[in-house]
C-alpha cells in the first residue's frame, strides 16, 4: 500500500530507474523527455531493479517504511513533484543558449502547481523535480533565465513573414549585418523591418526555442516557437511544421509581451484540467 508521508525536500532529485517505477506506480506511463529505461526487459528482471530501487529510495527518505511492516509511505513533495510531472495534461518544453552555457527542461502544469523537470549533469542519468510555485511564478523563473531586452519596441517594426526555407538558408549563409540586412528584406520586403532582424540575429544574446504540450487522453498535441534576444530588440518566431506549408513570422516583443504569451499558453480554466 502506498501512502503520503510529511516531507520538506526542497529539490527531489532521482536516478532514472527510480522515477520510472514511481510514476508507473501514481499510473503515468507517458513521462515527457525520458526514455523507457526497461524496453525489452523481463518481468524477473524489472522486479529485481524495483527491488533496487526501492532500496535507494528509502536510503533518500523518498520512501519510508515502518519498521515490522510492509506498508511503504511516500513524502508528499516526493508524491506531488512525481505525480504532476507524469499525470499533468498540460506541459511546457524549454531550451535555450546563451554563449556557451545551455539549459533544456519541462515544465508540467496544473492549475496549482508548476513542477519543472532537468537532466543533471552528472555520468548517472538523472532528473531533478523543482516546484516552480504557480503558472505565474512560472512563467516569471523562465523569462528570467532569458536575457530579455528592456528597449521598448519601435511601433514602426510590424511583424515579418518569410518563407522557412529561405531564412534558415539565408542566416546560415550570411555573416555580415549589410548581406544578411539585404537578404532578409529581398524576402519579407520590409527593409527597416529585415535591418532590425538581422542586428538580433547578428548580435544575439540568447536563442532558444519552446514547445507547449497538450495531452489529448491518446497523445501529446504540440505547438511550438522560437525566440532570439538582442540588445535592442528581442524577436519570437513563429513558423510552419512539416508538410504544412513554408512559412515563418518573427514579431519583436517586450519581456512583458513574451510573459503574458507563456502565462496565456500555459493557464487554463480548471474545467479543462484533467487533475
Known sequence: MLTVHHSKQKVVTL??????FLAGILGSDRLLGIEDPFLGYLTDDIAKEWNKAKEALLQKGYLIQDEGSSEITMTPTVFSRVAIAGLSSRAFRFQYEDKGSSYEGYLHCTNERVVEVTRAHEEQVTYQLSDLGNVEQACEAVVDKIKWSQEKISENIPALMFSKKKFYENIKQYQELDSLSQALA??????????????????????????????????WESQSA??????????????????????????????????????????????????
Open 226 to 275: 522560437a525566440f532570439i534576444s538582442g540588445t535592442s530588440v528581442n524577436w519570437l518566431l513563429r513558423m510552419s511544421t512539416m508538410g504544412k506549408g513554408d512559412w515563418l513570422i518573427a514579431s519583436p516583443a517586450t519581456k512583458e509581451q513574451f510573459k503574458e504569451m507563456l502565462f496565456d499558453w500555459l493557464n487554463q480554466p480548471l474545467d479543462q484540467e484533467e487533475r
Open 15 to 20: 536516478e532514472q530507474t527510480e522515477l520510472f
Open 186 to 219: 529581398e524576402d519579407c520586403h520590409d527593409r527597416q523591418g529585415a535591418h532590425a532582424l538581422a542586428e538580433t540575429i547578428i548580435e544575439k544574446q540568447t536563442e532558444g526555442e519552446f514547445q507547449l504540450l497538450v495531452w489529448n487522453g491518446q497523445e
